[in-house]
């Protein structure tokens, strides 16, 4: 029989090398479009603001995937904050676009998933990290 300790880790570890994958991988696309010319001309009618924001959320990405993979209750409010964040920021990419503002379909189809992604793992950390007594200190 699995302790339930096991169990809870698991998951746990599993949010967390997702939000620190995704992270990785945010910061590099990120990155790569902010800093490499060819690059941003190959994105096409980038957001700034929403890419901006998307780089540099890519850290607390990171930074939530760790404290989730050291069981710091921290960390599931980070992860709220993210999806909270992210939601705000999908919300005035919406206004950008409906008042005639360019963008790219796939901006439109990335933020939805990084919304879905950072709501699923908020409300998953809330279910296994709100009410654990088992805390791992770095």
Known sequence: MKSPALEHS???????????????LTILSGGRTLFDADARQLAGNYVAFVLWFNFLA??????????????QRWAMWLSFAIAAATLLIFVAFGVQIWTGGSYEMRTVAAMGLRTITWLVISAAAYRKLANTQYQVTV
């Open 10 to 24: 698991r998951w746990v570890g599993a949010l967390a090398i997702v939000a620190i994958v995704f992270g990785l």
């Open 58 to 71: 890519g850290f607390a990405y990171v930074t939530a995937g760790v404290g989730l993979w050291f069981w």
